[in-house]
């Protein structure tokens, strides 16, 4: 069955540092995956995709992520944090079939000191 | 685009009374999925519809949720004979049926309290 790991449930970074927050998959075949923010009281904002191709892949906000199929891995980067980056982070695969059901992980909360 | 609705944002209800929650997606999906989110928790599947037919229909839709889209375009979801565990977050999605299926734009949600 696929799933969705993020070990991460709470990560702490200075304003202005550099981010990871990881995410590992278990999918039989190539997966889609996405990785979505929820600020609070909001839905969810999807912040980028991956379908095939280049395993790095450019999002919105300065955010990326790398697609590393020996690790199961794909983690989420941004080189320089803002505080509006505080929210909460999930990591997402798309399931079998053409469905387009969604599996998240359990989320990351981000939070941001000035 | 104005994108995806919900509709109660926040709803409080009495165990044992019934509720029902609309959703309006983008209009030109044809894809419409609902997922529930616990405190702490990612959203989980609830249930989908690709026009008005209601595909698939997570193990988590006990009989007490029933959901429909009667003319392809809004969505509600009812739950009858509410549970305190049902208090939750009900989000709508709403997508193409082609690849970008995956590619889901979510409404804000509606909040469900169980008293």
């Known amino acids: 069955a696929q799933s969705v790991t993020q070990p991460d449930i709470h990560i702490t970074v200075s304003e202005g540092a550099s981010l990871e927050l990881r995410c590992n998959y278990s999918?039989?075949?190539?997966?889609?995956l996405f990785w979505y923010v929820q600020s609070p009281g909001q839905g969810l904002q999807l912040l980028l995709k991956?379908?095939?191709?280049?395993?790095l892949v450019q999002g919105i906000k300065g955010f990326e992520a790398e697609f590393k199929r020996s690790q199961s891995s794909f983690n989420l980067r941004k080189p320089s944090v803002h505080w509006s980056d505080a929210a909460e982070y999930f990591c997402?695969?798309?399931?079998?079939?053409?469905?387009?059901?969604?599996?998240f992980g359990q989320g990351t909360t981000l939070q941001v000191k000035p | 685009d104005t994108g995806v609705s919900q509709d109660p944002r926040h709803k409080i209800t009495k165990r044992g009374q019934n509720v029902t929650f609309r959703c309006d997606p983008i209009?030109?999906?044809?894809?419409l999925y609902w997922y529930r989110q616990t405190l702490g928790q990612g959203p989980e599947f609830l249930t989908y519809?690709?026009?008005?037919?209601?595909?698939?229909k997570s193990r988590l839709l006990s009989d007490r949720f029933s959901a429909e889209r009667p003319k392809g375009s809004f969505s509600t979801l009812e739950i009858q004979r509410t549970e305190q565990g049902d208090s939750a977050m009900y989000l709508c999605?709403?997508?193409?049926?082609?690849?970008?299926?995956?590619?889901?734009?979510f409404g804000p949600g509606t909040r469900l309290t169980v008293t």
């Open positions: 997402a695969v798309g399931g079998s079939g053409n469905t387009g059901k969604l599996i």
């Open positions: 999918y039989g075949a190539t997966p889609y």
């Open positions: 209009s030109e999906h044809n894809r």
């Open positions: 991956y379908f095939s191709g280049d395993t």
């Open positions: 999605a709403s997508s193409h049926s082609d690849r970008s299926s995956y590619e889901q734009y």
């Open positions: 519809f690709q026009n008005e037919a209601q595909l698939e």
